[in-house]
C-alpha cells in the first residue's frame, strides 16, 4: 500500500469515527429536545417556532470548510425536527403532495410533523381555525406576481395571524435510481412541472416518455419502482425514496422565489427583528391615504412594503396591505394603529412575524 493510500484510509476511518459521534449528539438533542417536550405539557404558552437566528448564528462561527448554504439546510433540518419532537405537531399546507408549498412547510417544520394537504389557501388556514391543524403555510409574495390576493383576502376574514415568514428558493430536479439521463425511459411528472421543464425535456431527454401523474409525490413512487424511470421532483422528496438526482434545476425558467407565511392561532413574541403586517380600506375622502401613512411617519415607524388589492365582491374597491418594521406590542405601533384605526373605513392587524 502507498503512502497516499495509506493516508486516504486513515483519514476514512477518523470520518468513520465522526460520524458515529455526530449521530450520538444528535440523538442526544433528541432526547433533550423530548423532554423540554415533557416539561412544557404543563406550560400554557405554545413554543416558539424554530430560532432562525440561532442557525445564522452557528452558520457564522463555521470556519468556512463547509458551504454555508450546506450549513444551513443541515441545522434547519435538525431545528425543525427536533422541534417537532418538542411538540407533536400538524401543518397543513395548500397544493400537491409533494409540491413546492409541501417542500416549504418541511424546510420549516422538519420530516417527522404530519402534514395535511389543502386545496386553497382559505382551506389551508380553515384547518388551523377548526384546530385540526397547529401551523398553515401559504404563498404569501413571489418574485413575478408580488403579493398574492387570495392569501391576503383570507387572512382579512379569518381570526388566525401570521407568525412567521421566510423566502425560499425553489426549482425541480430530475430524480431516479438511474445513474445517468441515457438510462431513463420514462419520466413522470405533474401537468404543471412538465410544463414548466417542456425545453429541458425536449433539449436533453427527446426518447423519454412523459407521463402525467396527479402528484409529485406520486412520481416519486413510480420511479422509485422502476430503474428506467425518473421524476419531476422538489429535492426535498428524493431522499424518502431513495431516488438520487440525475440532474439539477431543470425548470425552463430557473429558480422561483416564493416568500411564505406561517399561521397559527396565537401571536407571535417580540424578537427584535419583527415586521408587522396590516390591512386597511381609507375613507373616501382627500388625503385619506396620506393621513394613515402619516401616523407611522410622526412615530418614526418604516414602511417596508405598501400594496394595493381588490377588495372581494366590491367593485373598484381596494384594500392596502402595508408592511411595517417592528412588532405590534412596540409602543410607536400600538400609538399608530390606534389612529390608523380610528381613521380608516376598515383595519385589520394580520400579524407580526420574523422574516426569515
Known sequence: MTDKRREVEELRQEIGKLDAQLLSALERRGKLSKRVGELRKSMTAPPALPDRGQIEALVGKSAGDIPQAAL????????ATCFSLEQPVVVAYCGLDGGFAHAAARSRFGVAAEYLGADTVAATIDEVNRQRANYAVVPFETRDDGLLASTIAALTESDAKIVGAFELVLNLQLASKA????????VYAIAKDRAQCQRFLAGEMPGAQVLDVKTPLGACQLAAADPRAAALVHEGFTAE???????????????????YAIIGTRPSSRTGSDLTGLVVAVKDSPGALHEILRQFAERGVNLTKIQSRPTSGESWQYLFFIEVEGHATDRPIIGAIEEVRRLSKFFKVLGSYQLT
Open 179 to 186: 445513474s445517468s439521463l441515457g438510462e431513463i425511459e420514462k
Open 241 to 259: 425514496f431513495l431516488l438520487e438526482t440525475v440532474k439539477r434545476n431543470v425548470r425552463d425558467d430557473g429558480d422561483e422565489r416564493v416568500r
Open 72 to 79: 444551513r439546510e443541515i441545522f434547519r433540518e435538525i431545528f
